[in-house]
């Protein structure tokens, strides 16, 4: 309890960002704390994409998908626990959502200057997302991706309102993410199952967009 109180304090310190909406931060922290054990304790996700990034994502976007979690919309059997109404009301998933959209994560190692104790050296690290390059024409990606994917997702990926970022973001999740579409386990945009634009892409194509997005992340 002692050392998640520490961590909770230093995370309190490090993780003050530009408030763009007010947020409870003490209450959305408190709301968080069962969600890091998967999530990290900035929202980077882990286990190289096994648990997405939910850090800077867009926050009317999380707050649908913790709702279709809860409602066995979208299938997600190791966080439906977490997201049992008495775990998670609807209030707390706005909190936590609105939060989590304004913690900034780092694209770059930090450098140490070699007085910094274990704990900060951790927790700097675990502020750190970067996604490794993946195999794939970057630019075919791009056009593909401009004139396809950015009328949502943002010319950056970075999304808005319920479209989600998609740059910045593990290439396993958003592969598997997209098998999910394909086989209409999950409805992608407004077309219902089966139509619309991953549909009509080659598996060669959405891995060059694929690529492509790797390339966007450093971008602000
Ligand atoms: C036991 C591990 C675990 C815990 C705890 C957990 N999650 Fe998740 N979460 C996951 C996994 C796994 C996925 C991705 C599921 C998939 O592949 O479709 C996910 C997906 C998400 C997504 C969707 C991201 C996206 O881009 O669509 C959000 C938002 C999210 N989690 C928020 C939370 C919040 C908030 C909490 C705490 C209340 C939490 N999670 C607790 C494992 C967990
Ligand atoms: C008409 C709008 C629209 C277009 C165009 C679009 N998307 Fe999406 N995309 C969405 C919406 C809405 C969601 C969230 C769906 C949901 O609620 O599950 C989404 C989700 C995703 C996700 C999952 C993100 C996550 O965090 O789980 C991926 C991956 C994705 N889109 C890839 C693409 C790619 C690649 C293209 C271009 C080839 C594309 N999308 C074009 C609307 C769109």
């Not at 966080?79 to 109404?85: G, L, Q, R």
Request: hydrophobic letters at 40%.
């Amino acid at each position: 309890m002692k050392q998640i109180n520490r961590f909770l304090a230093v995370f309190a310190m490090l993780a003050v960002p530009q408030m763009a909406v007010a947020v409870d931060a003490e209450r959305a922290k408190e709301i968080y704390g069962p969600c890091a054990a998967c999530h990290g304790e900035f929202g980077a996700g882990g286990k190289k994409g096994e648990y997405p990034r939910i850090a800077g994502q867009q926050p009317k976007y999380m707050e649908q998908q913790l709702k279709s979690f809860q409602k066995r919309v979208r299938i997600n059997i190791p966080m439906v626990p977490y997201t049992e109404e008495r775990e998670l009301t609807d209030a707390d998933m706005k909190v936590v959502s609105e939060w989590l959209a304004q913690v900034e994560l780092d694209t770059k190692m930090p450098v140490f200057k070699g007085h910094e104790d274990a704990l900060t050296r951790l927790l700097a690290v675990e502020k750190v997302m970067i996604v490794p390059r993946v195999e794939g024409d970057i630019d075919n990606g791009g056009k593909i991706y401009q004139k396809q994917c950015a009328s949502c997702h943002g010319k950056q990926g970075k999304g808005r309102g319920m479209f989600p970022m998609i740059a910045g973001q593990y290439i396993v999740y958003l592969q598997k993410q997209i098998n999910a579409y394909l086989k209409a386990e999950r409805p992608h945009d407004e077309d219902s199952a089966k139509v619309g634009v991953l549909y009509s892409l080659k598996p060669e194509e959405i891995q060059d967009v694929m690529a492509y997005l790797t390339t966007l992340q450093n971008l602000d």
